[in-house]
């Protein structure tokens, strides 16, 4: 499974870009599809996590009522849409998929390459 990100770039604070991830197929160990984010000089951190047919997994506190996943089943995609970004969501955006793993975070099979999203006040 191929995982292919776009949407990243350059924004101002406040800004509400949003990001996609599209994987080449779908399989069991897929389903669970995440984006993790990793800061200059930070460990990489998860968002967000949303799985077909269970919905949405996880928000990471710090982006809870700013950032929203949501996916296209139909285009094996998902999507990240960013609100209010402040400096502090200056980071690489990984998109990652896995299986699901009831009662444990999902699983991380495969990666994209990463979408660079810089935020500037």
């Known amino acids: 499974v191929q995982l292919v990100e776009s949407g990243g770039g350059s924004v101002q604070a406040g800004g509400s870009p949003e990001l996609s991830c599209t994987a080449s197929?779908?399989?069991?160990?897929?389903?669970?599809m995440g984006w993790f984010r990793q800061a200059p000089g930070k460990a990489r951190e998860k968002v967000a996590e949303?799985?077909?047919?269970?919905?949405?997994?996880y928000i990471t506190d710090s982006v809870k009522g700013r950032f929203t996943i949501s996916q296209d089943n139909s285009k094996n995609t998902v999507y990240l849409q960013m609100n209010s970004l402040n400096t502090e969501d200056t980071a690489m955006y990984y998109c990652?998929?896995?299986?699901?793993?009831?009662?444990?975070?999902?699983?991380?099979?495969?990666w994209g390459q990463g979408t660079q999203v810089t935020v500037s006040s």
């Open positions: 949303i799985a077909n047919g269970a919905g949405i997994l």
């Open positions: 197929r779908y399989t069991y160990d897929s389903a669970c």
């Open positions: 990652a998929a896995g299986p699901v793993q009831f009662g444990k975070p999902c699983g991380t099979n495969y």
